[in-house]
């Protein structure tokens, strides 16, 4: 039951358009911010898009509980349904809900082996094959090795979907390059197609755009995150 007219209107659309039409298939994308900004709000808004497009999510999380995630889709869901002014809002949550599934981990535990083997297990068992996936809490730029980072290159290549990952920024203390990038991620900047900052000023959470694929000029965006619905707005 997806309505491409409506999700035209989606404010999402300009951020598309800014990173040159969207991620793009086998590209990861990596949202930064400190602790509590808002970067869980930005992957649900991004996976919640791609599901009324009636596009596949899979949302992986080593941060979460699952309650707490389908507690926050289906508040995320209700805003953005109040946003788009949404018809049928039962039955396109329902088609929401067929078309994601949710997996947690326990980060102490997590491996991209066992992430392996559960995607094969929705492919063969379920037929599930996901157009976005959500990586929220893994990688774990500060611990992680090159040879992590090529596995994780394999796995979305693998999937032929995009993936959205998130990091943690620090007030003070922390190595950045020139972009404002952290050094824990910036040595991977080979592997990252695109990096998104949500940045918290004194009355809203600005989005700003540090790469953009290869492209040497990025799109300065007049976005924010609405304080209380979460979700990404005009400023």
């Known amino acids: 039951m997806a ?23 086998g590209n990861l994308g990596i949202v930064l911010s400190r602790h509590g900004v808002g970067k869980t709000s930005f992957l649900i808004g991004l996976a919640l898009d791609a599901l ?24 995320m869901y209700a805003a953005m349904a109040d946003m788009l002014d949404l018809e049928n809002r039962p039955a396109r949550l329902l088609d929401v809900e067929r078309n994601r599934h949710i997996h947690v981990y326990n980060r102490d535990y997590f491996t991209l082996e066992k992430l392996g083997e559960s995607m094969a297990f929705l492919r063969d068992a379920a037929n599930f094959h996901p157009d976005m996936v959500i990586m929220d809490g893994t990688p774990r730029f500060e611990h992680t090795e090159p040879w992590e980072m090529e596995g994780v290159q394999k796995l979305l290549h693998d999937w032929n979907a995009e993936v959205w990952t998130s990091a943690h920024t620090h007030r003070e203390g922390q190595q950045t390059d020139a972009r404002g990038v952290p050094s824990e991620v910036a040595r991977y900047d080979d592997y990252l197609a695109v990096i998104v900052f949500l940045q918290s000023t004194a009355d809203h959470v600005r989005v700003r755009i540090a790469k953009d694929h290869e492209r040497e000029q990025v799109a300065t965006l007049h976005m924010e995150l609405d304080p209380k619905t979460r979700m990404l707005r005009w400023r």
Not at 3 to 25: E, H, K, M, T, W
Not at 54 to 75: C, N, Q
């Open 3 to 25: 309505n491409q007219g409506i999700c035209d209107r989606s404010p999402l659309r300009v951020f598309d358009r800014a990173i040159g039409g969207g991620l793009g298939r």
């Open 52 to 75: 009324l497009q009636g596009r596949k999510v899979l949302h992986i999380s080593t941060k979460e509980t699952v309650d707490h995630l389908l507690t926050f889709y289906g508040e």
